[in-house]
Structure formats: C-alpha cells, structure tokens
C-alpha cells in the first residue's frame, strides 16, 4: 500500500503554472513521467470553457511560455534524443492560433525566461561574458567548447546558485522584433559553427493539426536558421536576478545583483529603456540593510510595484513591503502598509490591485485600492484549508493556482467583484491519497498561539506520529508538496504533524522576530509545545514518534537531536545546516554569515553532537550550493566520532546517509524521489516499528 501511495504521488500530472493574457486565454504547464518513467517532461494545456486543448505533443519539455494577444504562444523546448535524453539547450519556437509549431531561434546557451514586450519579444540569455552580441558570443563559446575548457574565473560573489555553477557566461535581457507576418516571415541562416554545436539534432516541427504542436527531432538537413534576431540590451553592472516588462514594451525594472565595498552579492533596482536607447537608470541602491526588487508596472505603464526586503542582520528580522513607485518623479510610497502581512500584489486596473498570502495556515487573496491604507480579503483566509499562487489577471478575472496540505494544485477563477472561488477544468491529477486532515492548537512559552496541521491514517488509532519541521526558515505548511508530502506516511500508518512555529509566515510580522535571533530558541519550544499536545491525544502512541525535516527544517532536526535524547525513536535530517559557522563562509547565500556570528556561539547544532542519542538517517544532495555537501559530510563524521547513539548488536553505527551525487537541495528526479520516499519510511518503520526494512535493490 506505501509504495502504491508513493507512486500514485510520483507519477501523477502535475500542475507545473499557469500562463494568461489580458484577453482572457489560460494556459497550463502540466509536468508528468516521460514513456520511461524516469524523467518528467512538461506539456502545454489551454483551459477553454469547459474544454481542456492539448498544445504541445511529444518528448520535447516545454521550458518559458509567453502568450501575445494575437493568440501566437511563444515558449522554449528541449529536444529530445534517441536516447530519450534532452538536449542541453532549448530551443525556441513559436505556435499560432492554427497550424504547426515553427522554429524561431537556437543558440549555444539556449534560452531562458521569456515576455511579451509590444511587438517585440523580450528573452534572457546566458551570453559570453565577453560577448557582446550574438555573433560573438557564438564564436566565442564555440571556442571554449573545442577547447574542452570549463573553468570560469569571476570577480564577485556569489559563483554558485542552488543547483547550478556560475559563469562563465553571465545573464543579459535581448529583444527581437516580431515581423507582421510570423508565419511568412523568412529564415536566416546559421553560421556552421553555431549549428554543429547548437542544434546537431535540429529539425523543423512534424505537421500537426490546429492548436497542437510537435517539437520532437527529425532529420531536416535544411536546419539550422533563426526566424527572430536577437539585439543585447545594455545592463548595468552586476548579474540579472529578476526582471519585469511593461505592457508597451518600452521598459523593463531588473534587479542586478553585485558586490560593492563591503556589501557581498546585494541586489540594485534599475529601470532599462527597450527600445529608446538611452542607459541603464538607477532607481534604488541596495544598502546592508535594505534590498529592492521589480513588481508590475500599472496598465498604463505610468507606475511601477517595487519590492522593499528589510534583509535579516544581527539586529533585525527579515520583512518585506511593496511599495508603489511613479515612474516619473521616482518618488515611492508604501502599499497597503497597515496590512500585516507579506503579499504578492498584480495589477486588476489602474487604481485596484489585488494580492495573495500566506494566511494563518492558509492562503487569502485581498483587494484594494492603490491609495487604501489596507485591503480587504476577497477570498480565502482561516475558515478554509486553501492557499493561493501564481496570480494572475485574464479577461478582468484573477486566475491562480490553489491548492492545500491535502489538496493537489489546480486552477481556479476569482470573481473581483464578489470573491467566488471557481474552479476552473484541471488539466492535472486531483491525487486522493488516504487519511484525515484536523488542527491542533498549543500556546507557546511567551503566550503567543500556535497551530499546526495533523495528518492522521485512517482508524482509531494510536498511530505512530512522524513531526516534520519546514523549511524557510521563512515559511508555512499551508499548500500542497511533492516532495515533502504527508500522503506516502499516512498510508504507511503514520500520523504526520506539520507545526507552524516562530518565523512561519502568515501570522504577522511578530511572529518572525520571535525567532529569527533564536534559531534554536522560540522556534524549537514553539514546535515541543504542539508536539506535547499531540501526542496527549488518544488517537496518537506518544512512545512511538519521529522527527524530521528539510533545509532549516533539517537545522531544526539537528537541534532536536542534540536536546531530546531518546524522545524520538529516530530523526531524519535533510539538506541540513549542521555547523552555523562553517555554513556562512561556504554557501551561496551572501546573507547568512553576518546576522549568524552571534548565534553561532548559542544556536549551532554541531555543538550538542555528544547529546545525540537517536539514531539519525542523513539525506544530502551533493549539487546542493545552498547548504553545501559538507555540512552533511561533516554531519556523517561527527556521528560517527561524537554521538551517543548506541551501536547495534554488531557494535556498528545505526545512522544512516543517503547520498544523492547528482542532485541538489531537493530531490527532483524521478526514480531519486521514489528511493527518497522509501528509505525514509524504512527508516521510519525499523526505528519506530521495530518492523525489519529491505533495501530497494535500485539502492545497489
């Protein structure tokens, strides 16, 4: 039944966003397993009324989609091999309203996020970083590629992002004209070099029927030409994080992220002329203390949504506000301010704006006026189980993604005008996996109230109890997971608690600065406090409980370890922080390391390893940039040489790693997730169950 569940999990369709137009057309990006099962490859999907249209078929992923208003789609594939692997850059291509797919454009580097910018269409490109335009930047790569040369030299921080390694080309926005007639529009032939590197496997799309495109790779020998030229814009200094077009195409806000003084990889706000030529503009210097960020700009383009994030330091919490700014005089002021929450706001006209939230657990979405103090909630809040994402406006309405702890990710219509919730034909699985979902309540040390959400299996019970601790630390557990999801465990008999402690969001400002100086402090007392009333409950065996967690979650499992004894049978630890110290100097994130230096001395895991007496399964990624593959590594050892834990009968080591060579801070790849899933709940069961566990054979 436990694998049955974990696979009905896996191997569902996925809602993977959602892509709208002004005019009122939706389109879905759904994910699912290619025809091996061992990969997952994104399709396009528009929702028509009542109907749901199939745009895209074959083996090609679909990457970045933009919709212009003519009813064209413009969106990036990957091709697919023989081998049925993908290609390692996309391709970009173009489907009208009838006919086939045609491609646009192919490059070395591919490309990456993609707008409509007016009548031109606005790309982002990994280029050289001494290209500077296209011509260059294919004779250059073309170089470094013959010369089997992969290392990259830079000058500022940070060198890696999550999963991936920086440079050596760098991100820069491009635009291209789009002709009167995209379908008669002429090709142009690409240089050889370009084409023996970018697109040895390109061929023009298979003929296919009205509104439904093929992508897969055929042996046209006429390939490969670009339809679309590509112009560099000029960028300000640093490395493109974020950017935003308006609705003309004349302007783009991007966010420039560059180190300066004493100020490691800080985000600056620019505004850049599209089509006008003029320089970069500085709108907003990032500060230690202040970062910025690009929002929407309003309908007419006249204003512009910022985002302002007090950062986190050794004195203050992280926040974050929006701010409305008019372009003209520069000048901003504060949206919504008497709103006490962080929210992500869009455009509904040029006075209105609407936003969604995390919301005590849930989601909501609010309404409101520019110039209103604050908004009202049009829909959600806590006297439902649903949260809110990707937002946004089609045809007057807002459309998002919806979902909830047991509710798979679908779409849904928002009346502006009344709040009603509908929901929309679901291109993806609704995933029913067993089990019940209920609230439980506490109150914290300083008397703040608490809440979380508790799983339960089907039955009286009592039921063994796993508590898993989120990640974040800035977070919620109110909205659907993939990979941390509580159905696989439910099925397996497991009831599943998902507190919300200090620093969750969703519950005001206050709650963040109860924690964030004390990661160990409020955030752990917080999550003991709801762990004491659930396993008061007669529907759970308070004897038989585990503890796990993610990233801070897996921070918060390391914490736990070295403070409980044998209170949990055991503890799984994922992507964790496991020396607060050592993390700072070699993570990705410029933000860590100086707001850590005084809880280094009071809050680091690392420290109580000698007090560790439950036996821990240790789960790392060694792509993980964000927390390293050392702090696993030195997790493992320190185990191994410090812990308490006793040996088994054969005097050997009861923790347990799992080691992931090839994937980063979470585990996306299909078969990965499945092994992930059963080693955890063979941890669980062995430690908990005292119930023997048979390794999967795919574990060697």
């Not at 964000?626 to 191994?640: E, F, K, M, S, T």
Request: charged share 20%; net charge negative.
């Amino acid at each position: 039944m436990t694998s049955q569940s974990i696979e009905t999990l896996l191997d569902a369709t996925r809602l993977a966003g959602l892509e709208t137009t002004e005019g009122g057309r939706i389109l879905a990006k759904v994910s699912r397993p290619d025809e091996k099962g061992t990969a997952y490859r994104t399709a396009l999907i528009e929702i028509d009324g009542d109907r749901l249209l199939p745009l895209t078929r074959g083996s090609s992923s679909i990457g970045a989609v933009a919709a212009a208003e003519d009813g064209t789609i413009f969106f990036t594939a990957k091709r697919v091999g023989e081998d049925g692997e993908e290609s390692e850059d996309a391709q970009l291509w173009a489907l009208p309203v009838r006919g086939e797919a045609r491609e646009l454009a192919s490059r070395l580097g591919g490309f990456g996020g993609l707008a409509m910018a007016g009548r031109h269409l606005l790309v982002e490109l990994e280029v050289h970083s001494q290209a500077a335009d296209e011509a260059e930047h294919r004779e250059l790569s073309t170089t470094r590629k013959d010369a089997k040369v992969t290392a990259a030299l830079h000058a500022g921080f940070p060198t890696r992002y999550w999963d991936q390694d920086l440079g050596p080309t760098r991100p820069v926005l491009a635009i291209a004209a789009l002709p009167d007639d995209l379908a008669s529009a002429e090709r142009t032939r690409v240089p050889a070099t370009e084409g023996a590197a970018a697109s040895a496997s390109a061929a023009a799309s298979a003929p296919s029927s009205a509104s439904s495109a093929s992508t897969d790779a055929t042996d046209d020998e006429d390939r490969p030409t670009q339809v679309l030229h590509f112009r560099h814009l000029p960028m300000p200094a640093g490395r493109l994080l974020e950017w935003t077009v308006d609705r003309s195409g004349e302007r783009a806000l991007v966010a420039m992220q560059d180190s300066r003084d004493d100020l490691l990889g800080v985000p600056h706000l620019h505004l850049l002329d599209l089509v006008g030529g003029q320089p970069p503009r500085l709108l907003r210097e990032a500060t230690a203390e202040i970062e910025y960020g690009p929002g929407e700009f309003s309908p007419e383009g006249t204003r512009a949504l910022i985002g302002r994030f007090q950062t986190w330091t050794e004195t203050a919490s992280m926040d974050t506000a929006v701010e409305v700014l008019d372009l003209v005089t520069g000048e901003s002021r504060p949206l919504w301010p008497e709103l006490d929450h962080w929210i992500d706001p869009l455009w509904l006209d040029e006075t209105t704006l609407v936003a969604t939230s995390d919301d005590q657990g849930r989601g909501s979405v609010w309404i409101g006026g520019v110039d209103d103090p604050a908004p009202r909630r049009l829909a959600g809040g806590p006297e439902q189980e649903l949260a809110f994402s990707s937002a946004s406006i089609a045809g007057g309405a807002i459309i998002a993604s919806a979902s909830g702890i047991a509710v798979a990710p679908h779409p849904v219509r928002i009346d502006p005008a009344t709040g009603v919730v509908e929901a929309l034909p679901n291109p993806a699985d609704a995933v029913t996996l067993p089990g019940t979902l209920t609230e439980v309540t506490a109150t914290a040390e300083d008397g703040t109230d608490l809440r979380a959400w508790l799983r339960l299996p089907e039955g009286e019970g009592p039921h063994p109890l796993v508590v898993f601790a989120h990640g974040g630390p800035w977070g919620s557990w109110n909205a659907w997971t993939y990979r941390w999801n509580p159905g696989p465990f439910v099925a397996a008999g497991y009831a599943v608690l998902l507190p919300d402690p200090a620093i969750s969001t969703g519950y005001g400002q206050s709650m963040i600065e109860r924690g964030q100086h004390q990661l160990g402090g409020a955030p752990y007392t917080d999550i003991m406090a709801l762990t004491d009333v659930t396993v008061g409950r007669a529907d759970i065996d308070a004897e038989r409980t585990a503890f796990a967690g993610g990233s801070y979650g897996g921070y918060m499992a390391n914490w736990v370890a070295g403070h409980t004894g044998d209170r949990f049978r055991c503890i799984v630890t994922h992507a964790s922080l496991w020396d607060t110290d050592t993390m700072g100097h070699t993570t990705d994130n410029a933000g860590w390391e100086r707001p850590m230096r005084e809880q280094n001395t009071r809050y680091n895991p690392k420290s109580f390893v000698g007090e560790i007496v439950a036996p821990m399964l240790v789960i790392h990624g060694d792509k993980d940039y964000r927390v390293p593959i050392a702090q696993g590594h030195a997790l493992w050892y320190d185990l191994h040489e410090f812990s308490a834990t006793p040996r088994d009968a054969e005097g050997r080591t009861q923790h347990r790693y799992l080691y992931f060579p090839d994937e980063g801070h979470w585990i996306q790849g299909r078969g990965n997730a499945q092994v992930w899933y059963e080693t955890f709940l063979g941890f669980l069961d062995e430690h908990v169950r005292g119930q023997a566990w048979e390794r999967p054979a795919t574990l060697g």
